[in-house]
């Protein structure tokens, strides 16, 4: 599997040079630089190595310090990476997502970071109540005051917070909506992400359109996706909408095909809400003719 090593240093005072002899040795077939805080998650570098990263890769660092210095973000950009079907591995951390060692550390690491927040809200709730009946007013004194830097920092934890939410749903929506827009409508890219999960887990249109500004905005998709969908002519939308099915699972079997059409409440082009898989490969041959596939 291709290696690909990443090294991030904080100042122009300090080098690089050690970490990228580290993934050298590693084995590492490119090595990407860049000079950013840790604390930075729309890092420029990382974002274009996360956007050209290839299936079967896998995004080496010396320790996960230099890739994240949450734990929130260091599983963001594992999950990100998982949808891309691509590895992470730590050199100097037990961390080797492509080995079972690896996974599980992984999974220690997101339950300690779930316990972390459930700490966090009972002491936060604990000091309220304390507080309260101690005659003192709860909250924060420069929120009170309006202060401009209590604000911005109120703010930048609300996004923190959200897109460690985002993180847990990424390979739900990203994968299609990175391959689909702007390509294909919204109202259809949102049917092919509602199509396999369950009633409780389905999204909204605006829910999904602001995650993904919240993506773009931190560097995690590019902004061609939010540009305007291209209009497609009405005998070509269901070829576009069955080549967007197979492109997203190269794998998927004609019935399993219909099986998602149908869930989706898609007519088949005779307007019957049943789809036979020699619809769906009569569909599939006119969208190779287009040029879809």
């Given at each position: 599997?291709?290696?690909?090593?990443?090294?991030?240093?904080?100042?122009?005072?300090?080098?690089?040079?050690?970490?990228v002899q580290a993934l050298i040795t590693a084995g590492c077939a490119k090595i990407h630089e860049e000079q950013a805080s840790g604390g930075d998650r729309a890092r420029p570098v990382l974002a274009r190595v996360l956007e050209q990263i290839r299936k079967g890769d896998t995004l080496v660092v010396v320790r996960i310090d230099r890739?994240?210095?949450?734990?929130?973000?260091?599983?963001?950009v594992?999950?990100?990476?998982?949808?891309?079907?691509?590895?992470?591995?730590?050199?100097?951390?037990?961390?080797?997502?492509?080995?079972?060692?690896?996974?599980f550390t992984l999974q220690v690491l997101g339950a300690a970071a779930e316990f972390e927040r459930a700490l966090?809200?009972?002491r936060t709730k604990a000091?309220?109540?304390?507080?309260?009946?101690?005659?003192?007013?709860?909250?924060?004194?420069g929120l009170r005051a309006r202060d401009p830097a209590a604000l911005r920092k109120v703010r930048?934890?609300?996004h923190e917070g959200y897109m460690d939410r985002l993180s847990g749903t990424a390979q739900d929506w990203v994968?299609?909506?990175?391959?689909?827009?702007?390509?294909?409508?919204?109202?259809?890219?949102?049917?092919?992400?509602?199509?396999?999960?369950?009633?409780?887990?389905?999204?909204?249109?605006?829910?999904?359109?602001?995650?993904?500004?919240?993506?773009?905005?931190?560097?995690?998709?590019?902004?061609?996706?939010?540009?305007?969908?291209?209009?497609?002519?009405?005998?070509?939308?269901l070829p576009a909408l069955v080549a967007a099915i197979r492109g997203a699972d190269p794998d998927i079997t004609l019935q399993a095909n219909c099986d998602r059409l149908e869930a989706m409440r898609e007519r088949t082009p005779r307007g019957r809400t049943t789809w036979q898989p020699s619809s769906v490969r009569m569909l599939l041959g006119r969208a190779v003719r287009l040029g879809m596939l």
């Open positions: 599997m291709p290696l690909i090593g990443y090294a991030r240093v904080s100042t122009e005072d300090q080098t690089p040079l050690p970490q890739l994240a210095r949450s734990l929130s973000h260091l599983l963001e594992i999950e990100r990476l998982e949808a891309r079907g691509a590895f992470f591995r730590s050199i100097e951390d037990p961390i080797d997502t492509a080995s079972p060692q690896g996974k966090i809200r009972e000091g309220l109540a304390s507080a309260r009946s101690a005659g003192r007013v709860g909250g924060n004194p930048l934890a609300r994968p299609l909506v990175r391959r689909l827009r702007p390509d294909m409508a919204w109202e259809d890219v949102l049917r092919l992400v509602n199509a396999p999960l369950p009633p409780s887990r389905q999204w909204t249109q605006a829910r999904l359109l602001r995650a993904t500004r919240a993506y773009v905005r931190d560097g995690f998709l590019p902004e061609t996706v939010l540009e305007r969908a291209k209009r497609q002519p009405g005998d070509d939308r």
